[in-house]
Structures are given as structure tokens and as C-alpha cells.
């Protein structure tokens, strides 16, 4: 560097950040595995055994990914008692915003009134939240934003085929929300995080969108999963992140209030209780069995169902865990708001 070249001024920023409000969103349709069963030659019993799954939600023509991810998102600024002009970021977890351009978080931003925020989407599946819970607390660290608001929305029956023995069963609609901001200790850990990028295929589409403009194939390109692989890699893979990111954070099981793994299916979250040897005072998120998979959106629901239900004290202290397509992954111990 020049001796005569001026030093970059650095923001001033806290030294820690922690979540200061969640909330939640689902639509008001309750799809039974009666109504689902049908279409695959299935039974209420049968989807039971696979997944631990009683229902999900299914948003109705109104309810589109922005107006969940606003709902949520307001719930979410009245707990932290933070005015939506003093959000400097809004990120939006998505799988299922089907325009390529412009991003949702740029309308949520504005429908919520954070005008002047930056926006943008944040593509990591069933893996977004935990991803973009790492990038909020590190921009909230780092002095780029004071507050940020951090969304995950999907409206997952727009993606799955229906008549998909697979997949139909497992997924659900809505949004969750949280409000991440400054702290006077830490309330977010250190991410444990990555990708196996050799079995991105296990949750694939279809077909590419790109297929559309010949007429190939002739339907909407759909999720489609290879279950057990998925299932294998879920309880053996997420164990050892678990542990990387209670390890990172300097916390033990028995410190911890509450286990908040994304809501992929009540086998996966149980084995993983298992295998992390939970004592029983841990209180596990089983939200999947009222609302099914929500993919971006299942981590911040579940944060808010457990803290309803008196399950998890504010102020606790919870594992969070996301995984799914890619297959990407990331967790880390964070501070219950």
C-alpha cells in the first residue's frame, strides 16, 4: 500500500448478533392424508410410518409466497419491537419463486416498508434459512446492516407432482420469519456448513425450465427425491454437523433447551435425537406432523411453535440444523428470542 494512500473507514458494528423476533405463516386449508392418499395408492397409515406426517397446508390462490413471507415477517418485527425502516437487509429463502427476475425479498421489502433495505433471494432449499441466519449475523457483525430481516417462504405443493408416490405426501406450504440484530452477548454460533455437491441429484427437478420452450417435456417440472438415499445421508451426514456446530458454539447437549432441525420428516428429526444422545429435557421440534415439509420455511415455524407451546423457554438455547437438495447443509446454536 502507498504511503500516501488513505485507510478505508470501517463501520462501527457490535460485536454480536442475535435473533429479536420470529413469526410464522400457514394457509388456512388443512390437506389431510386422506385427501392425498388417492392419487399415490396410498393410506393415512402408510404416509404415517414413512414420514410421521397427520397433514400439511396448501395455500390457496391469494396466498402466494410474498404475501406469506409479509405476514411472517410482520409478526416477526412487532416481537423485536423493530420499525421496518430500520432494516438494512431482507433476505428471502425460496425455492419456489418461479420468476427468475426480480427477486421476492425486493417485494417483501417494500410490502413490509422497509424501502430503503437491500433485497435479494437466497437459493439453499430445505438449507436456506440456516444459510441466510449465518449471512444476517455476520452482516450484522460486520456493520452492514443494523437489522435484517430474514424470511423463508415457499408454496412447495406449486413444485411437488401430485400423483408422485415419492413426494406428494411429504411437502407443505407457508413462511417463517426472523428478525436478526445486535446484542450485548452472542446469539448466534458459529456455522457449521456445506455441500456435497457428488449427490446433488438425490433432490433434483424433473426437467430444467429451460425444456419448456421446445414443449419437452409436456409437464411442469417437478421435484423429485431419491428417498432413502436422502434418508441415509440425513441421519448419518447431519449427525457430525450437529456436533461440528455444538462443538464451534462451545455448548454440550445437556446446555441445550430445544433441537430445531428442519422439518423434513419424523423419522429423520427422531434418528438425529437418537444419534445426538438429546438428554430429555431437550425438547424436539415435530412441527413436520401438522404442517409437513416447508423447506425454507420449516425452522423458523418450528422456532415459533416450540416457544408457543411453552416448550423452550426465551432466551434458551436451540440447535438449529437445515439440509436438502445440493445436498447443502448448515447449522448453528443460536439464542431463542
Known amino acids: 500500500m502507498s504511503a500516501t494512500a488513505p485507510v478505508l473507514r470501517q463501520p462501527v458494528a457490535p460485536a454480536h448478533a442475535r435473533i429479536l423476533g420470529v413469526g410464522g405463516y400457514l394457509p388456512s386449508r388443512v390437506v389431510t392424508n386422506d385427501e392425498i392418499a388417492p392419487r399415490i395408492d396410498s393410506s393415512d397409515k402408510w404416509i404415517r410410518e414413512r414420514s410421521g406426517i397427520a397433514e400439511r397446508r396448501w395455500a390457496g390462490p391469494q396466498e402466494t409466497i410474498a404475501h406469506m413471507g409479509v405476514a411472517a415477517a410482520a409478526k416477526a418485527l412487532a416481537q423485536a419491537g423493530v420499525t421496518p425502516e430500520r432494516i438494512g437487509c431482507v433476505i428471502v429463502a425460496t425455492s419456489t419463486h418461479f420468476r427468475q427476475l426480480p ?106 425450465w429451460l425444456e419448456l420452450r421446445t414443449g419437452r417435456p409436456e409437464r411442469f417440472p417437478a421435484l423429485t427425491m431419491q428417498g432413502q438415499t436422502v434418508f441415509r445421508w440425513a441421519v448419518y451426514q447431519m449427525a457430525d454437523v450437529a456436533r461440528q456446530a455444538l462443538e464451534s458454539a462451545g455448548v454440550t447437549v445437556g446446555q441445550l433447551a430445544a433441537f430445531i432441525p428442519h422439518q423434513a420428516n419424523l423419522r429423520i428429526i427422531d434418528a438425529l435425537a437418537r444419534t445426538l444422545k438429546l438428554p430429555p429435557d431437550v425438547a424436539v421440534a415435530h412441527s413436520v406432523v401438522r404442517s409437513g415439509n416447508t423447506s425454507a420455511a420449516s425452522i423458523p415455524l418450528a422456532i415459533e411453535e416450540v416457544l408457543a407451546a411453552g416448550e423452550a423457554p426465551s432466551g434458551g438455547l436451540a440447535l438449529t440444523m437445515g439440509f436438502g437438495s445440493g445436498l447443502s447443509y448448515a447449522g448453528q446454536v443460536v439464542t431463542l428470542p
Open 103 to 208: 427477486a421476492v425479498a425486493t417485494e417483501i421489502a417494500h410490502l413490509v416498508g422497509a424501502e430503503r433495505a437491500a433485497a435479494f433471494d437466497l437459493s439453499a432449499a430445505c438449507a436456506g434459512f440456516t444459510h441466510g441466519l449465518a449471512l444476517a449475523a455476520d452482516m450484522v457483525r460486520g456493520g452492514s446492516a443494523e437489522y435484517v430481516l430474514l424470511v423463508g417462504t415457499e408454496r412447495m405443493s406449486d413444485l411437488i407432482d401430485h400423483d408422485d408416490r415419492a413426494t406428494a405426501f411429504l411437502f407443505g406450504d407457508g413462511a417463517g420469519a426472523v428478525v436478526v440484530g445486535p446484542s450485548t452477548f452472542p446469539g448466534v454460533g458459529p456455522v457449521a456448513w456445506g455441500a456435497d455437491g457428488a449427490q446433488r441429484t438425490a433432490i433434483d427437478q424433473t426437467s430444467s
